[in-house]
């Protein structure tokens, strides 16, 4: 199977991959079939997991690599340099994307919503909260196919693009879930809450395939790259993720969820990739 996939052109396993986290997404979602709320404790351990595989697959799966790639492509004692920038312009554009699209992060009042002002329900400010992290998701993803498919990155091959994609997808099932049952228990419909629910990772395919071709294309970039769909998650991981589960008095656990998670997905790509 390994084999069929590998034959396929890195752009077309990008996509694919990005569908997988998406469907995992779907996934979750469906959960709010079964519940209609969704135990605070839990929510904040599904919030450390996610940090958890999000800041283990930045180093492994992104940053590493971009060093490594420089290393070897004549950078020398500069090998950090592409890394830095990179890192850095990731958070800046999610900083800014922060700032042009109004949103409301799970478990905030809507008076605390983000961004432009807006006229929007508090239900569209969450979905648009939990959509803006999933670019970087589809980002990462995309670039990892993008680079192993073509050994552009110094130690990155598909068995450990695919673990990246393994770990999004298994963080994404509870995203999923920590979105539509919100939804659901704020008196929406099950099919309201599962649509906005899905719908959220519906960037992860289509930035899965932007990362890829951008790889493809311009293989100068790569270490950039590579670097910037880690800052972008970092920042995700440090302005929403960690403060979300660490406010409800659910601390401990949710830090446990974080170790958990971390350890998940260090397993995850250093044995795949």
């Known amino acids: 199977m390994l084999e069929t996939f590998s034959g396929f052109n890195p752009v077309l396993q990008a996509l694919i991959a990005g569908l997988f986290t998406w469907g995992c997404t779907i996934v979750g979602s469906s959960f709010v079939f079964l519940f209609k709320t969704v135990n605070r404790k839990v929510l904040d351990v599904m919030s450390g997991f996610a940090a958890g595989v ?149 960037v992860e395919p289509i930035s899965a395939v932007i990362g890829a071709l951008a790889v493809v294309s311009m293989q100068a970039i790569l270490p950039y790259a590579l670097a910037f769909a880690a800052g972008a998650m970092i920042f995700v991981v440090v302005e929403e993720l960690i403060p979300e589960s660490q406010t409800n008095g659910n601390s401990d656990i949710a830090t446990m969820g974080l170790m958990v998670g971390f350890t998940i997905m260090m397993i995850l790509d250093v044995a795949l990739g």
Do not use: C
Not at 130 to 139: A, D, K
Not at 149 to 168: V, Y
């Open 54 to 202: 999000m800041i283990a697959a930045s180093f492994w799966s992104l940053l590493a690599p971009s060093i490594t790639f420089a290393e070897e492509n004549g950078y020398g004692v500069w090998a950090f340099v592409p890394a830095a920038i990179g890192f850095l312009f990731g958070g800046v554009f999610l900083r800014l994307t922060d700032a042009i699209i109004p949103h409301l992060h799970l478990g905030e009042p809507i008076e605390n919503r983000e961004g432009p002002t807006t006229g929007a329900s508090r239900n569209v400010l969450l979905f648009l909260a939990i959509t803006i992290h999933n670019i970087p998701e589809g980002l990462a993803v995309g670039v990892a196919f993008g680079a192993a498919a073509h050994g552009l990155a110094g130690g990155n091959t598909l068995m450990g693009a695919i673990g990246l994609a393994l770990g999004i997808g298994l963080q994404n099932i509870p995203e999923g879930s920590a979105l539509s049952m919100p939804i659901r228990a704020d008196g929406s419909s099950r099919w309201k809450a599962f649509n906005l629910g899905q719908l959220s990772a519906i």
